[in-house]
């Protein structure tokens, strides 16, 4: 796990069972690396959709749906990775359709793969020599539909730690909010990079866009993460070891650091072009703004280039926390994929399918 290694957590409870449910396996940097390339994916597609039906941003377009494409494919390939039997899950959405009520690893297989399915449609519907009225026209149904799939995949996760009462430390109402904002925050930050190489006034109105959206998205990442640690329950010891383990790691300040900067950056970026509106004079601004709209600044550009790669690495760093402190101070949950209870304590790593 790199930087989230750490020794064996102490003796607490019972320990006969707990050793012997710890000798499963458990979620790892592949489940991670899983779980964030859904989020780049989801909340990427969320914000090339609404681009989409603004009708504004063709070039946009063409560079996110082949990152959003390749982005579903790797977070399908970690999660295969982890499992062990890939082939073993290729019937997982019949028997997710069969479970989608109670169980939110069943609802996270159908969005996940309703994203796949949508992302790669409306690629071809971007790619495809259509008639233009029937083109646009299907561009649009497959990016509302790649949007809802998009918000729903990169949430889902949230949401099923959030109910995974065997990790009392993932069992907090905050932890959907918080992958929400890291998801728009790597969104943005990789759809700040792919209008920083597209050229003429679609390049300068989505830099603009994508810096303000990267700036407020930060803030949402930063006032999620404290409201979750302010509402940890310490009434489990559980809960106390896995904050103190998180407040110790490295990693945890990297991410806060580097989504502080990334605010500070992308924000003052921003406010730098606003004042520069606000100094000219009404005539020049006029003028200007019937020619084209302002464009960043050359050196505020790269800055808020280098805060979009902060943004991206703090999104993966927010996701590896959250899961292995919870597992470091409590190894076992009753979480299996299709499960409505169980008085059996199962361990983390088992989905069913895993060899």
Known sequence: ??????????????????????????????????????????????????????????????????TIFVSTILAFAFFAYDLGRPLAATSSPIEALVNFSHSWMARGIIFVSGLLLFSLLYM???????????????????????????????????????????????????????????????????????????KGEEGIMARRLMAKLLAFSGIAELASWFLFLATVNFIYVFDEIAYDYLLSQSAFYIDLTLSALAVIISGGGTLALSFRMMSMPKEASKSLGEIKPA???????????????????????????ILFAGQYAYQVAPMTPFQIVSNQPIPVGSFGWRG
């Open 124 to 198: 071809f519907s971007i790619f495809l020599k259509l008639p233009q009225k029937l083109a646009r026209s299907t561009r649009i149904i497959f990016a509302v539909l790649g949007m809802l799939f998009g918000i729903f995949a990169t949430t889902y996760s949230g949401f099923e730690f959030a109910a995974t009462t065997g990790i009392p430390f993932w069992n907090n109402a905050g932890i959907p909010l918080l992958f929400l904002a890291g998801g728009v925050f790597v969104g943005s930050g990789i759809g700040y990079i792919l209008a920083f190489v597209t």
């Open 295 to 321: 464009d960043l600044p050359t050196a505020v550009k790269y800055a808020i280039l280098v805060a979009a790669v902060f943004a991206i690495v703090a999104a993966y760093l927010t996701r590896a926390d």
């Open 1 to 66: 796990m790199g930087q989230f290694t750490a020794p064996a957590p102490p003796p607490y409870g019972i320990q006969a069972p707990i050793q012997q449910i710890n000798e499963y396996p458990l979620w790892g940097t592949e489940v991670a690396l899983a779980l964030y390339f859904t989020e780049v994916a989801g909340m990427l597609m969320a914000i090339i959709g609404a681009l989409e039906l603004t009708g504004k941003y063709p070039s946009m377009a063409k560079k996110g749906a082949p």
